[in-house]
């Protein structure tokens, strides 16, 4: 069995997963702002499952890493800096555990179900724009630590941050309501054109085979797929291809079910002793 830790900035995803990528048990609870607290809840959340023993873990975190020794350096949306998240959640679950962005855990649990695809661009756009891209079903390393939505893309006549004016935060400032509030047509086609703007630029250097749109934002595909496509082909060349793009199937739990395909990617053939 494997466990998966989704860190978000308001709620946290707990799960429990099998060797065959099934989600058996699962729960949340609201993230503490304070580091100490989050820590004592997970424990608390984790003793309360049927399953004891874990052959691994994998841990999401909403910010910048330091992978080769397991710390948190900087989050986005939580004070937490320099924490030793991986050792800490090791102590947990009593199990090999592995810590990485969460965006780059959506995209690699997303693209796992696209085989034929070796390129695949992700982005999830929710409060903000986070972009993940994974070759052959492997993070691609050189991108390891990109942060796609803070791209600087020109708005309005001057430049600003992409996610700044194209992510769910951004809808919900310019409309006054969610994205899924939203039924206007010309709406969903000033967000296609606004998300098209930075979504180029990845393309032009990405190449991908695939996009897959996920987030918040991204379970409103149907009202903006099309639109998007269209903006996307004003800009296309003969040497950048706009490729197909699609919805991730499954937006709510993609960054778990990433926490469990890297955590078995990369302990997979550790057992628990007996």
């Given at each position: 069995?494997?466990?998966?830790?989704?860190?978000?900035?308001?709620?946290?995803?707990?799960?429990?997963?099998?060797?065959?990528?099934?989600?058996?048990?699962?729960?949340?609870?609201?993230?503490?702002?304070?580091?100490?607290?989050?820590?004592?809840?997970?424990?608390?959340?984790?003793?309360?499952?049927?399953?004891?023993?874990?052959?691994?873990?994998?841990?999401a975190?909403?910010?910048?890493?330091?992978?080769?020794?397991?710390?948190?350096?900087?989050?986005?949306?939580?004070?937490?800096?320099?924490?030793?998240?991986?050792?800490?959640?090791?102590?947990?679950?009593?199990?090999?555990?592995?810590?990485?962005?969460?965006?780059k855990?959506?995209?690699?649990?997303?693209?796992?179900?696209?085989?034929?695809?070796?390129?695949?661009?992700?982005?999830?756009?929710?409060?903000?724009?986070?972009?993940?891209?994974?070759?052959?079903?492997?993070?691609?390393?050189?991108?390891?630590?990109?942060?796609?939505?803070?791209?600087?893309v020109?708005?309005?006549?001057?430049?600003?941050?992409?996610?700044?004016?194209?992510?769910?935060?951004?809808?919900?400032?310019?409309?006054?309501?969610?994205?899924?509030?939203?039924?206007?047509?010309?709406?969903?086609?000033?967000?296609?054109?606004?998300?098209?703007?930075?979504?180029?630029?990845?393309?032009?250097?990405?190449?991908?085979?695939?996009?897959?749109?996920?987030?918040?934002?991204?379970?409103?595909?149907?009202?903006?797929?099309?639109?998007?496509?269209?903006?996307?082909?004003?800009?296309?060349?003969?040497?950048?291809?706009?490729?197909?793009?699609?919805?991730?199937?499954?937006?709510?739990?993609?960054?778990?079910?990433?926490?469990?395909?890297?955590?078995?990617?990369?302990?997979?053939?550790?057992?628990?002793?007996?």
């Amino acid at each position: 069995m494997y466990a998966g830790v989704d860190i978000g900035a308001t709620k946290t995803l707990v799960a429990v997963i099998d060797d065959g990528g099934t989600i058996t048990e699962k729960a949340k609870f609201p993230t503490p702002k304070i580091y100490g607290d989050f820590l004592s809840e997970l424990k608390k959340t984790v003793s309360t499952f049927s399953t004891k023993e874990f052959q691994a873990a994998g841990v999401a975190v909403p910010g910048l890493l330091n992978r080769e020794h397991g710390i948190v350096l900087n989050l986005g949306n939580l004070p937490w800096k320099n924490e030793h998240i991986q050792a800490d959640c090791e102590k947990i679950f009593e199990c090999p555990v592995i810590i990485e962005n969460d965006s780059k855990l959506a995209a690699l649990s997303e693209a796992m179900l696209h085989k034929n695809a070796d390129t695949v661009l992700y982005m999830t756009v929710s409060t903000g724009i986070g972009t993940g891209v994974v070759y052959k079903q492997r993070l691609d390393p050189a991108l390891i630590n990109g942060e796609g939505g803070h791209i600087m893309v020109p708005h309005h006549g001057e430049l600003k941050k992409w996610e700044s004016f194209a992510s769910g935060k951004a809808i919900f400032e310019h409309f006054g309501v969610k994205a899924e509030a939203l039924t206007n047509e010309a709406d969903w086609k000033l967000i296609a054109h606004n998300l098209a703007l930075g979504l180029f630029e990845h393309i032009a250097i990405v190449q991908p085979d695939l996009i897959i749109i996920g987030g918040s934002v991204g379970t409103h595909f149907a009202h903006y797929g099309k639109f998007l496509e269209q903006e996307l082909k004003k800009y296309e060349v003969p040497i950048v291809p706009i490729p197909r793009i699609v919805q991730a199937q499954r937006p709510e739990e993609a960054v778990v079910y990433g926490c469990y395909d890297l955590a078995k990617q990369t302990y997979g053939s550790v057992t628990q002793p007996a």
